[in-house]
């Protein structure tokens, strides 16, 4: 596990002062499928274990199976996708930190 805000996948994730180093995590992306797990540090001192995975098996069977998937839109699309599952799973983590 990585701290958040510090290296690697997560250095670009919960860097803000009020989520760094309240996240220790995993993460796991392919096009069409994004995942994290780890334990977050609540702002009231919980210790909570979580885990997300987030995917679209119609989208990446696509993917998949399509000649045109290294094309600068299939990569653009599936980028996309990734980036707007990841941002939703970013916020309810930093939302935990504050709130529980």
């Known amino acids: 596990l990585q701290p958040s805000g510090w290296e690697w996948s997560l250095r670009n994730r919960f860097y803000d002062s009020s989520d760094a180093f309240h996240i220790y995590a995993k993460t796991g992306t392919i096009n069409y499928a994004v995942s994290l797990a780890g334990y977050i540090f609540t702002e009231s ?13 119609y989208l990446r069977h696509l993917y998949e199976t399509s000649p045109d998937r290294m094309t600068e839109k299939a990569q653009k699309d599936a980028q996309r996708w990734n980036y707007a599952h990841r941002t939703r799973m970013d916020r309810i983590i930093s939302s935990w930190i504050a709130e529980l």
Request: glycine share 0%; hydrophobic share 40%.
């Open 45 to 57: 001192k919980r210790r909570l274990a979580f885990c997300f995975f987030n995917d679209n098996k």
